[in-house]
């Protein structure tokens, strides 16, 4: 493997561009498809830019619709042509009294997690506002069905649904520019969200902002092309774009924002 694409990337990271050179490997030296499990758009990034060059090995996302962000990736040889089935996502909706309680998206997600399911085994949660549904790996399904009982402590049944019964999510994402002095993460949030930045930084070290799914407690933890930011309270942000310097060289991006209640 050759270690100088790891200055390209966070240290963190080290261990996940290893898997995928391990994935690649597999893939040549077996010519046969690996199938990935599910991976945040950061991961995708980072697949991409890995797979992406080497001439006798191609890669494809699929996470179950179009805009899914979470996608689970087949990297293949060249000569084959993996089709949509081979992915192995599945579609539960999971059913609740709707007219006596309400359940959300961090709730479905802790419930999952505090079952042992690995977060790399779940795809999208989506809802239209009433109904919910997940997209999961198919080795998952049979274990959700025996032990996914409970959101909270209400009650809940699933049932597995076909592609066409997938639900427009009202994710309310809009796009916009900004411009930051720095990719701090409090830094980011403060500008962002027009903040101070001790506020910035007090939610940061109080646990109350992911980077790609995982608690991040650094406010310098710096941010880079296609992260995801979540902060309890705020809302999301994704790097769309790193789009240059402004004359007084401050940082233009491009990002997605979904608020708070929007």
Not at 22 to 49: G, H, K, M, N
Not at 217 to 237: A, C, H, K, Q, V
Request: aromatic letters at 10%; charged letters at 30%.
């Amino acid at each position: 493997m050759d270690t100088s694409i790891f200055q390209h990337f966070r240290k963190e990271e080290q261990d996940f561009i290893r898997k995928v050179e391990s994935w690649v490997t597999s893939c040549q030296e077996q010519y046969a498809p690996i199938l990935t499990p599910f991976l945040d758009p950061r991961q995708q990034f980072i697949v991409e830019a890995i797979v992406g060059q080497y001439d006798d090995i191609k890669f494809q996302f699929e996470g179950g619709y179009i805009a899914a962000e979470r996608k689970r990736c087949m990297i293949y040889p060249d000569f084959y042509a993996p089709t949509t089935e081979e992915f192995d996502v599945e579609l539960i909706e999971i059913h609740y009294p709707i007219k006596f309680s309400s359940i959300s998206h961090g709730q479905i997600l802790g419930s999952l997690v505090g079952l042992g399911i690995d977060r790399d085994q779940l795809g999208d949660i989506i809802s239209d506002g009433i109904r919910w549904q997940l997209l999961l790996t198919k080795q998952m399904l049979p274990y959700l069905k025996q032990n996914f009982q409970k959101v909270g402590k209400i009650s809940i049944r699933i049932d597995e649904k076909e592609y066409t019964e997938l639900i427009l999510p009202i994710d309310h994402w809009t796009y916009t520019t900004a411009i930051v002095s720095s990719l701090r993460l409090d830094t980011l949030i403060a500008s962002i969200f027009h903040i101070s930045r001790q506020r910035s930084k007090e939610l940061v070290e109080s646990n109350k902002v992911k980077v790609n799914w995982a608690e991040e407690i650094r406010p310098d933890f710096m941010i880079e092309l296609l992260d995801i930011i979540s902060i309890r309270g705020y809302g999301r942000i994704q790097i769309k774009n790193i789009e240059g310097r402004t004359k007084k060289d401050k940082i233009k991006l491009e990002i997605g924002l979904l608020e708070k209640n929007k």
